[in-house]
């Protein structure tokens, strides 16, 4: 998977980031658990971290808890939220343009 974004150091290219992702475990409307590799020359922006979807019903709909472990320390806090914050914000737009 590449992830595209404004230019930043220390990704896979100026304004990329290019991780192999893979399923660790999936429970159907439960959970989703995977783990992605980032490829970077900076070991700060380099490793294995782990995304764990936690989903539970909710009136109208679904609520999405998402725990990152093991983020890459070069990966700031402030702009590790942003980005789920931007991923989330699409997943729900892609999800509602579905079942309108």
Known sequence: ???????????STANTDVVVGRFVELVPRQ???Q???????????AGTMTMRW???AAEG????????ENVPPGISPADHEVGMNSSLAHLAAYVE????
């Open 97 to 100: 343009s579905r079942t309108a």
């Open 31 to 33: 959970r989703i658990v």
């Open 54 to 56: 936690v989903l539970e």
């Open 1 to 11: 998977m590449t992830l595209t974004f404004a230019a930043a150091s220390g990704k």
């Open 61 to 68: 709909g679904t609520n999405v808890t998402v725990i990152a």
């Open 35 to 45: 783990a992605f590799e980032f490829e970077s020359s900076d070991p700060a922006f």
